[in-house]
């Protein structure tokens, strides 16, 4: 079956980085376009990055150039550089494909605070 691992958050202070992994399994990972989100406490799940089987990459406006989506197709595993991070990054960082339906991990922590 489909199945989706986050891992790699943690605490960072304003300014770090951290780099989070998404392990994927039961779907043929080099031909789907994966996305990653996140959802801070009281807040709606947000679209941050999506990268596509060609490696074409699309981010969103409150990540661009701070965040960037990468794949290694050999690995079945999706990751997302997280730079000069805030603590208005502080969230729940998901990954998820299309399959259809909509698969999702569980989900990794990232605490940004000094």
């Known amino acids: 079956q489909v199945q989706l691992v986050e891992s790699g958050g943690g605490v960072a202070q304003p300014g770090g980085s951290l780099r989070l992994s998404c392990a994927t399994s039961?779907?043929?990972?080099?031909?789907?376009?994966l996305t990653w989100y996140r959802q801070a406490p009281g807040k709606q799940r947000e679209f941050l990055a999506r990268?596509?089987?060609?490696?074409?990459?699309s981010y969103a406006d409150s990540v661009k150039g701070r965040f960037t989506n990468s794949r290694d197709n050999a690995k079945n595993t999706l990751y997302l550089q997280l730079s000069r991070l805030t603590p208005e990054d502080t969230a729940v960082y998901y990954c998820?494909?299309?399959?259809?339906?909509?698969?999702w991990g569980q989900g990794t922590q990232v605490n940004v605070s000094a």
């Open positions: 998820a494909v299309v399959y259809p339906p909509t698969y």
């Open positions: 039961g779907f043929a990972f080099s031909t789907y376009a």
């Open positions: 990268i596509f089987s060609s490696g074409t990459t």
